[in-house]
Every structure is written in structure tokens, then in C-alpha cells.
């Protein structure tokens, strides 16, 4: 088949660069932007008088024909084909003759993968946002159902104050509010309509690209020809929220796998998304928690794939920029299914507060409100942090917890504390009365519930 494109061409490609050169075998899955694109273009050159009202209907029935065609699986692309573009145009000229060939004018494939590339990633990011906002619905409903449940909070993986397990839900929900904000500011910066700045230059034809943008749902064109055809700014964007928002999942499912330790014994996660081992037959392994903190390597190798491909490349249009979109699809796809085979998981686990709570009397996670209580009666904090330890010490020698030292332990260590000084200091207690904004406080993570839940209805007005 003789290439669109090889007028000035004595010689046909050579059978291996043909299949170095092709990428008609990833881009294929934009064939329904790619003809979108071609019907408002089109629909605009007859607006504009540059083609008749007769040939743009023959156009728009025959790209019609090739999309049902294409959907019930009837064509099938070669490496002939080159690209999804040229896949489409030699079709339609097969199709309805020379008429076809009518549609290419005023347009490059330059700003023709362009088009494609945005129209695609807009379809791809609303789908990603609605699967954002049913995680953060998850997250909500479990932070409500265990907003009283006190667990332990670490740092350093040590143990270090008693919080809400719906407090930790919260957390995870702010990350996710986050991802989803970037995704949304990317979204609205890639608003705009490449169709129309041909090779990188605009066009001597009386085209109308606000008509086309506003045919394909965008907000404007693009400003700048030669920018429109060699930005991949918003692919990278993409590449980065996706990036960030992986990571914020793998450090969750870092967390479920040794939850799910025996060690731990924190969680029950359903049967349906762990494995079992081909020789131990006791095992239940988190194989998806561990699957989806695996895969947060693939979406960064994505992200600086292009990063690199596009780094040294001058304006405008370079071949290195075909080099965009496999990486994108992989990200795309694997995000994707990471949010939603998280969000089924996370819906489907439940806490064992029974061996949650054998962890609370380990270590004296109450020592920093003590200190606190006492900086209320009036000793310097530094002070009361030092007494506290020297409590902690105590304890240590004694095997007992901070509650149980005696008047005359206390005497010992600071004549300032005693028994009623300290008043309660059970963790329950203690939890209750971090009620500062933020705080873990059953009452403050409700009031992050209820702004969360408030926010999260927003999105789905607009």
C-alpha cells in the first residue's frame, strides 16, 4: 500500500523500519478521537466554503461507516497502516474516492495527533476523577463506621500516641482530595484545541479553529501554533498526578500488608483479593495490597520515560514525540485499575479491634498527654517532658503501665506529681481530649467527616 505522505519518494520503506516506524499498534485506541476530530474538521471547511456541504456529508457518513466497522471488529490494522490517522484516511479514500482526500486539508498529522491525544486523555481523566471520588465515598464510610475505634499511631514505626482508626481514614482521604484537585487543574489546563496549527506554522486557509474547539468540547485553541504541535506539557502532568496519587495508594497498601501480618493481626482482608501459596496451604497472602505497591514503579518509569524523551527535543514537531503515548496509555490503564481494585478492597476489609486493642497497653502511648496535663498545671513543658520520661523509666523496672505507679513513685520522681494531679489518663481519655482542629478527637474526626462529605456532594453538582 502506497503511503499517504511519499509523493517525493522513490523507494517504499524499508520492512523493518516500516515496523520500527509504525505505532498503528498502541495508537489504534484513539480511532474514536481521531475521528471526532476529522468530523468537526470538516464540518468547519464547509462552514468556512472550503469544501462543499455535499462532500462534508460524504466524509461524515464514510468516517461513520469506518468507526461501526472498527467497534464490531471488522478492520483490522496492519503495519501498512503506519498510525491510527493514516489507518482512517486511506479507508475513507477507499471508501468514497477522491472526495476523501479532501479531508486532510488545512490539518497536519502534527495537530491531528494532538487533537487525538487531548480528546482522549479529557475522556480518560473524567473516568479517573469518578473513580477518585467513589474511593474517597469508601473512605468516608469507613472513617464514620470507626470514628470512636482507637488503634495505635506511629512514628519512626514505633508506637507513639493512641488515635482513631477513623482518624487514620481522614488522612488517607486529604491525599486523595489532593490527587483529585491536581487532576482537575490538569484537566483545565489542557483545555484547549490544537486542530488547526497544521505542521507548526497555521495555515493560509480562512479556517475558524473557535468553531472546531467549540465542536470538540474544548475551552479555546491553543494560543501558539508551534507550542500546540510540541507541547506534551499535559501528558506529563497527567504522568505526575498519576505519579503522586500511585504513591499515595502504595504507601496505603504498604500499610494493609503488614496490618495483614501476623505480627499485626489488624485487618481481615476478604478472600477475593488475596492468593494463597503453591506449597504452604495455610497461607493467605495480600498479594493485592502488595501488587498495587508494586506497581507504582511502572507509573514513575512512565513518567520519566517522557520526561527524557522530551528533554532534548527543539521546536517544533520531532518524531521523538511519538514516544508519548505508550507510556501514557500504560499509566492510564494501570491507575485505573489500581483505584478501583483498591477502593473494592478497602470496602471489603474490617478491623479486628479485638487484637487492636492488645496493643494499646504497649508502649506508654499515653506518655505525651501526661506531659501535656502536667504543662497545664503550670510546670514548663521541657520540664514536664523530663518528668515523664523519668515515669516511663520507672515503669520500664517495674513492668507496669504509667497509670499504675503509686503516690510514693511519683514522690520519687517529681514532688510536683501525684495521683490526683494526674487525674485520667487512660487512653480512651486521652483520645477524647485531642479536640484541636485536625485532632483525633472521635467529635474533631466527625467534623472532618461531615466537611469531607460536603466537599465530596460539590464535586458531584458540578
Not at 471508501?95 to 497536519?108: C, D, N, P
Not at 498529522?109 to 473513580?131: A, F, H, M, P
Not at 503515548?325 to 485499575?337: I, N
Request: hydrophobic residues 40%; negative net charge; contains cysteine.
Amino acid at each position: 500500500m502506497a503511503s499517504l505522505w511519499g509523493g517525493r519518494f522513490e523507494k517504499d520503506m524499508d520492512e523493518l523500519v516500516k515496523k520500527y516506524n509504525a505505532s498503528i499498534f498502541f495508537d489504534q485506541r484513539m480511532y474514536n478521537e481521531d475521528i471526532d476530530g476529522s468530523i468537526a474538521h470538516v464540518t468547519m471547511l464547509a462552514k468556512q466554503g472550503i469544501v462543499t456541504e455535499g462532500e462534508r456529508d460524504q466524509i461524515i457518513a464514510g468516517l461513520e461507516s469506518i468507526r461501526k466497522d472498527i467497534a464490531a471488529g471488522k478492520i483490522v490494522f496492519t503495519v501498512e497502516d503506519e498510525d491510527i490517522h493514516m489507518g482512517i484516511e486511506s479507508r475513507l479514500t477507499a471508501r468514497i474516492g477522491e472526495v476523501g482526500k479532501k479531508l486532510h486539508t488545512a490539518r497536519s498529522r502534527n495537530d491531528q495527533c494532538q487533537v487525538d491525544g487531548r480528546l482522549y486523555l479529557k475522556k480518560e481523566i473524567r473516568e479517573i476523577l469518578n473513580s477518585l471520588c467513589c474511593l474517597e465515598s469508601v473512605i468516608l464510610e469507613k472513617a464514620e463506621k470507626y470514628a470512636d475505634k482507637i488503634t495505635v499511631g506511629f512514628t519512626h514505626l514505633q508506637h507513639a500516641q493512641p488515635i482513631t482508626l477513623g482518624f487514620v481514614f481522614m488522612a488517607y482521604f486529604q491525599m486523595f482530595r489532593r490527587d483529585i484537585e491536581r487532576l482537575t487543574q490538569t484537566l483545565e489546563r489542557m483545555d484547549y484545541n490544537p486542530l488547526g496549527a497544521c505542521a507548526l506554522a497555521g495555515t493560509t486557509m480562512p479556517i475558524d479553529r473557535h468553531f472546531t474547539s467549540q465542536l470538540l468540547g474544548f475551552a479555546a485553541p491553543c494560543e501558539n501554533a508551534m507550542d500546540a504541535v510540541s507541547d506534551r506539557d499535559y501528558s506529563l502532568e497527567f504522568l505526575s498526578d498519576a505519579s503522586i496519587s500511585m504513591m499515595h495508594l502504595s504507601r496505603w497498601a504498604e500499610e494493609f500488608a503488614w496490618w495483614n501480618s501476623s505480627e499485626f493481626s489488624y485487618i481481615a482482608i476478604d478472600d477475593s483479593f488475596c492468593t494463597g501459596s503453591s506449597i504452604m496451604p495455610q497461607k493467605k497472602n495480600p498479594d493485592m495490597a502488595e501488587l498495587i505497591r508494586g506497581k507504582v514503579g511502572r507509573v514513575y518509569g512512565d513518567l520519566m520515560q517522557l520526561l527524557t524523551v522530551m528533554k532534548g527535543t527543539p521546536l517544533a514537531y520531532n518524531k521523538d514525540f511519538q514516544e508519548d503515548k505508550e507510556s501514557l496509555f500504560d499509566a492510564v490503564d494501570t491507575w485505573k485499575a489500581s483505584i478501583d481494585i483498591f477502593t473494592k478492597m478497602l470496602d471489603k476489609t474490617e478491623f479486628r479491634m479485638d487484637q487492636i486493642e492488645k496493643q494499646l497497653g504497649k508502649g506508654f502511648l499515653n506518655a505525651t498527654d501526661v506531659a501535656e496535663h502536667l504543662a497545664k498545671q503550670g510546670i514548663p513543658f521541657r520540664e514536664a517532658h523530663s518528668i515523664v520520661g523519668r515515669m516511663v523509666k520507672t515503669c520500664e523496672g517495674k513492668g507496669c503501665d504509667l497509670e499504675d505507679l503509686t503516690q510514693e513513685d511519683l514522690q520519687a520522681i517529681d514532688s510536683r506529681v501525684t495521683k490526683e494531679s494526674l487525674g485520667d489518663i487512660s487512653i480512651p481519655s486521652c483520645v477524647d481530649a485531642r479536640v484541636s482542629f485536625g485532632g483525633t478527637a472521635p467529635s474533631e474526626v466527625r467534623r472532618q467527616i461531615a466537611v469531607g462529605r460536603a466537599w465530596l456532594e460539590s464535586l458531584a453538582e458540578q
